[in-house]
T-cell receptor
Framework: QSVLTQPPSVSGAPGQRVTISCTGT?????????VHWYRQFPGTAPKLLIY???NRPSGVPDRFSGSKSGTSASLVIAGLQAEDEADYYC???????????FGGGTKVTVL | QVHLVQSGPEVKKPGSSVKVSCETS????????IDWLRQAPGQGLEWLGG????????KYAQKFQGRLTFTADESTTTVYMELTSLTYDDTAIYFC??????????????WGQGTLITVSS
């Protein structure tokens, strides 16, 4: 059972916009702590996609955007492409657990 | 260019221990953190804890207190994770990851390739 809640899967046609939600509580996302997002292809290590709620590391296309409000965060993929098929994870910090916490992951399927 | 290279896969018996290494290169910061995470088959990511190689000062997730030890060899820039009293639930891919000191909490900027630890009798 993950501390942060993500939908198990989302799907969309090429070119469409998809949104992945990440819901937490007042001990994690509801605090000033940042939310980060990672993408993971099968058999490989996760890669940082969004950091500090809204920022993209160098090399990440601007099709990817992040936001945070209250006890939730979202990752938006605009203009979905076939190569976006992967698992996506949100991460933050929980002040009650004093631990980094993750969502259970969302599998994105391009129809 | 930063690289984290982990040791190879291992098969361990229940009750035994495992030690995984993470050799780092290309890190220019004087102070940085290396964390350990794991991913059970078909499951999500779980944070185990981390260590600052230049400081020592390891931190462990409460769930693993008493079973987990992180050490660092500054001369070889290698970080080690040792997990004892293994159970079948410890079967997972174990990753080391370098913290990027920006914001709070620090995101994980670079990752090792992962080490599969299988607990089997």
């Amino acid at each position: 059972q993950s501390v942060l809640t993500q939908p198990p899967s989302v799907s969309g046609a090429p070119g469409q916009r998809v949104t992945i939600s990440c819901t937490g509580t007042s001990s994690n996302i509801g605090t000033p702590y940042d939310v980060h997002w990672y993408r993971q292809f099968p058999g490989t290590a996760p890669k940082l996609l969004i950091y500090g709620n809204t920022n993209r590391p160098s090399g990440v296309p601007d099709r990817f955007s992040g936001s945070k409000s209250g006890t939730s965060a979202s990752l938006v993929i605009a203009g979905l492409q076939a190569e976006d098929e992967a698992d996506y994870y949100c991460q933050s910090y929980d002040s009650s657990l004093t631990a980094f916490v993750f969502g259970g992951g969302t599998k994105v399927t391009v129809l | 260019q930063v690289h984290l290279v982990q040791s190879g896969p291992e098969v361990k018996k229940p009750g035994s221990s495992v030690k995984v290494s993470c050799e780092t290169s290309g890190i220019i910061e004087t102070y940085y953190g290396i964390d350990w995470l794991r991913q059970a088959p078909g499951q999500g990511l779980e944070w185990l804890g981390g260590i600052s190689p230049n400081f020592g000062s390891p931190k462990y997730a409460q769930k693993f207190q008493g079973r987990l030890t992180f050490t660092a060899d500054e001369s070889t820039t290698t970080v080690y994770m040792e997990l004892t009293s293994l159970t079948y639930d410890d079967t997972a891919i174990y990753f080391c990851a370098k913290e990027w000191p920006t914001g709070s909490p620090f995101p994980f900027e670079y990752w090792g390739q992962g080490t599969l630890i299988t607990v089997s009798s």
